[in-house]
């Protein structure tokens, strides 16, 4: 499809995990880029993903979507959604969402154009990545040009308001030990043992500042791996998403698992070292583009990527995640010069 004429709002419906709303942020810079900076583009999002948008310029309106299953006539949200497109429609709707759940309100949403799951049957066979199948569903409304370069950016609140509160130096290295599957039952598949979290602070060198991260509700994961030596700052359940995209954005580095920060310093451009073990990180990963630096770290065992399979169910010791050892993660960090340019710019 050419490029629809005369297009000046946009709505967007994205409602999952945080990293999910991360990968469709690659829209809004095409969409931009195509139709203008005067280009007004809302999101539908959850009421938690929907923070990620608290300093972000380019969106213009957030639509929080709490209970996603209940049908129009028992949700108050989906239907003041549906009267704030009737009562200002909407040049193009883009649908995120393949759940059924969503096929009501999206049909119900006003929009001259409608493009995504339900309405342009997105192909992606020959793509990998969700970033990339995400493209191809505003693949319709964007040049190709545009869209080949799209990639994902998120904007936090400005670094120097979250030094000045938290007490943050210039430079550090951001390690992320938690990740969403913490408050699950079983066994976290996705998550690096804490010992091994804890050897690894331990061989860093005492003299570069670790900043330690992870969300409100997750500092019972962290007391195994306390006390912490002084080179670290704890800021554990003291942040909100948009200065954590701060945080990120400012580390010389990110260590993380499989999780929501890693793919917020894909977007930042933030060197990120990802440590993944069941999951398949040419899909889910941090998103390689261009202008960024993605290190995956893995043990490449014959039965991994395995996640949401019968071979994960039966493993119960995570070998994947237990086989990436800590001093392999030091060396990854001392081969791409994070360590000694830390420790350099320090000394200056």
């Not at 959604?81 to 995120?96: E, G, L, Q, T």
């Not at 804490?194 to 994961?221: C, M, N, R, S, Y």
């Not at 007391?223 to 200065?243: H, R």
């Amino acid at each position: 499809m050419s490029p629809l004429p005369n297009v000046k709002r946009v709505l967007i419906l994205r409602c999952g995990a945080l990293g999910d709303l991360v990968y469709a942020t690659s829209a809004i810079d095409a969409l931009i880029a195509q139709y203008g900076e005067a280009l007004e583009i809302d999101f539908i999002c959850t009421p938690s993903t929907a923070k990620l948008f608290e300093f972000d310029p380019r969106v213009h309106q957030v639509f929080p979507l709490r209970h996603k299953k209940l049908p129009i006539w028992l949700s108050p949200q989906k239907r003041a959604i549906i009267r704030a497109s009737h009562h200002n429609p909407y040049d193009v709707f883009i649908n995120f969402e393949m759940g059924k759940q969503f096929l009501s309100l999206s049909h119900a949403l006003q929009a001259t154009h409608k493009t995504g799951w339900f309405f342009s049957h997105p192909q992606f066979e020959h793509v990998t990545h969700m970033v990339d199948i995400c493209k191809t569903f505003y693949a319709p409304v964007v040049q190709s040009d545009i869209l080949s370069n799209a990639s994902p950016k998120v904007i936090g609140k400005p670094f120097d308001a979250v030094q000045a509160k938290l007490y943050l130096p210039e430079k550090y290295l951001l390690l992320s030990p938690s990740n969403s599957h913490n408050k699950k039952k079983g066994i976290n598949y996705r998550a690096w043992p804490q010992d091994h979290w804890k050897t690894l602070i331990a061989l860093l060198p005492a003299d570069v500042p670790i900043v330690l991260i992870g969300g409100a509700g997750e500092e019972p994961f962290f007391e195994s791996i306390k006390p912490y030596p002084p080179n670290v700052i704890d800021l554990v359940g003291k942040t909100s998403i948009s200065e954590v995209i701060a945080i990120v954005g400012q580390a010389k580095a990110l260590v993380v698992t499989d999780t929501g920060t890693a793919h917020i310093a894909s977007a930042m451009n933030t060197p990120v070292f990802c440590l993944i073990g069941p999951t398949p990180a040419e899909m889910t990963g941090p998103y390689r583009s261009h202008t960024n630096e993605v290190h995956i770290l893995w043990a490449p065992l014959p039965c991994s990527p395995c996640y949401k399979t019968e071979v994960m169910k039966g493993c119960k010791d995570n070998i994947c995640m237990r086989l990436i050892t800590p001093q392999q993660v030091v060396d990854s960090l001392t081969v791409n010069k994070i360590l000694r340019s830390l420790t350099h710019e320090i000394q200056e």
